[in-house]
């Protein structure tokens, strides 16, 4: 084991500075000396590392469970994300009911569209010969497919949507900024 200042099989913590700094060190000494490992830093988390060792947590979910977040230290009040954040039964149960949207076939229908939007992106910057995928590329693409190719929306009004779903800021202040986000939400929605 690599010497750090704290033990992250045992004492990891997603807010530390020396985690930043050294994570592909940290990373990999998980990976290879306890690719799960059990974090009691706030309210506890599980840390996992590794492909084989992500589908096992997946699979076991009386385990590793799904109904308490993904978010770790999770502000009181914060709704849950459904269906990522709930177990089965109710999960397979909300699964089925979406699952023939996402089905191949089905999402072959988008992706003409995905292609040419995808491609519209790419000609934005690729004359400059870089770009700053996140903000240019990775976030567009999903924004526009949802909001005009799946749900109808305006592409133009996606900066707002974008503004109005948002809950960064301090931790304090989190459950209540998506609280009055979704209220602006279906505010929205009930106007279209």
């Known amino acids: 084991m690599t010497s750090f200042k704290r033990d992250y099989r045992t004492d990891y913590d997603l807010t530390d500075p020396e985690l930043s700094a050294r994570w592909d060190e940290i990373t990999a000494d998980l990976h290879q000396g306890c690719p799960v490992a059990r974090s009691e830093t706030g309210e506890g988390y599980w840390v996992v590392n590794g492909y084989k060792e992500v589908l096992r947590c997946a699979k076991d979910w009386k385990t590793f469970s799904s109904a308490d977040g993904f978010m770790v230290n999770r502000p009181e009040g914060m709704p ?113």
């Open 80 to 192: 849950y994300f459904p269906p990522a954040e709930i177990d089965p039964p109710l999960q397979r149960a909300l699964r089925a009911v979406l699952e023939p949207f996402l089905r191949p076939k089905a999402l072959a229908v988008f992706e003409p569209v995905i292609r040419r939007h995808a491609n519209q992106l790419i000609d934005s910057f690729i004359t400059k010969g870089e770009v700053e995928l996140v903000s240019e590329f990775a976030n567009p693409l999903p924004q526009f497919v949802f909001s005009s190719a799946v749900a109808g929306m305006d592409v133009a009004e996606m900066p707002y949507l974008l503004n109005a779903f948002s809950f960064v800021g301090p931790e304090a202040e989190r459950a209540l900024n998506f609280q009055r986000g979704m209220v602006r939400i279906e505010k929205y929605l009930r106007l279209r």
